[in-house]
């Protein structure tokens, strides 16, 4: 494996994500690593998988280390209503600092993605040298009795918000608790809430700004935040501007939801034309 730093660091699981024609890959780790490979960084992923794992070929070009398990970390998701009813079918291996390459430890981009409660939120502290990036969703999620997805917040989790350069969260991901919400956006650098197919709000500086975009004609939103994200995070690493990254972000998640799975994620040339048609 090439230890060479890369741009943009994501550690979290892979998932095995269940639907009604099969499994196919899914987790932040794979939607984030495939958007910022199409936006033209080099990225790489830290995971745990199962032999189980649906395939990779969309990820052939991403350097990956995985920490094998005996199952895939597994997720079955079904939409009534516009809401997402989950269902934790499984778990891989918890990660850490130890697994990722020495050479990876300084990526100026590290995006912390957890899926199911495999990384603690101590590992913040890990990335000092770098712009410090959090999809926040798999540290909200426990389970119930039937493998049901529940709001279950990481104990460690409220004391290491101050690391955290950049949250990205939706009012889902808090199952609706505005409080629990605007408490995780205010205390870490740069909040952003998701809102769909209607863009985003971004929370520094002690502004809320809401960032419109164009609704699409949905197919399937799953992994549209993930993506939101990854071009949220990468945008704002290159230029500093939130606002210009909000705009891309919405445009590249907006777009995704007219496919399904990984190759639902545009190119960058379809993301700066569509950008310039909705705010150029």
């Known amino acids: 494996m090439n230890k060479q730093t890369p741009d943009y660091l994501i550690i979290g699981h892979m998932t095995k994500d269940n639907l009604p024609h099969g499994a196919i ?8 690593a495939l958007t910022a490979y199409n936006l033209g960084l080099r990225p790489a992923i830290v995971t745990s998988a199962g032999p189980d794992i649906p395939s990779m070929d969309m990820l052939a070009e991403i350097e990956i280390k995985t920490i094998f398990a005996t199952a895939c970390t597994t997720f079955e998701n079904s939409y009534q209503n516009g809401q997402r009813l989950q269902k934790w079918l499984g778990t891989s291996n918890n990660l850490s600092l130890a697994d990722v390459p020495v050479g990876w430890q300084t990526a100026p981009l590290v995006h912390l993605a957890p899926m199911a409660q495999e990384i603690s939120p101590t590992l913040c502290q890990s990335f000092p040298q770098s712009l410090l990036c959090v999809t926040i969703q798999g540290w909200l999620r426990g389970r119930d009795s039937e493998q049901n997805v529940i ?16 949250l990205v969260v939706s009012l889902a991901d808090v199952a609706g608790d505005q409080a629990a919400l605007a408490h995780l956006v205010t205390t870490v650098k740069l909040g952003v809430e998701t809102l769909g197919p209607e863009g985003c709000r971004l929370y520094y500086e002690g502004k809320i700004i809401h960032v419109p975009v164009k609704a699409e004609i949905e197919v399937d939103p799953t992994g549209a935040g993930d993506i939101f994200a990854a071009t949220f995070f990468t945008y704002y690493w290159r230029t500093h501007d939130p606002l210009k990254a909000a705009q891309f972000a919405n445009t590249c998640a907006s777009l995704s939801v007219r496919g399904v799975g990984l190759a639902s994620i545009p ?13 150029g």
């Open 25 to 32: 890959l899914g987790g932040t780790c794979s939607y984030a």
């Open 151 to 166: 709001y279950e917040p990481h104990p460690q989790l409220t004391a290491q918000l101050p690391q955290v350069d950049i």
């Open 267 to 279: 190119k960058l040339a379809a993301v700066e034309a569509r950008w310039q048609e909705i705010y």
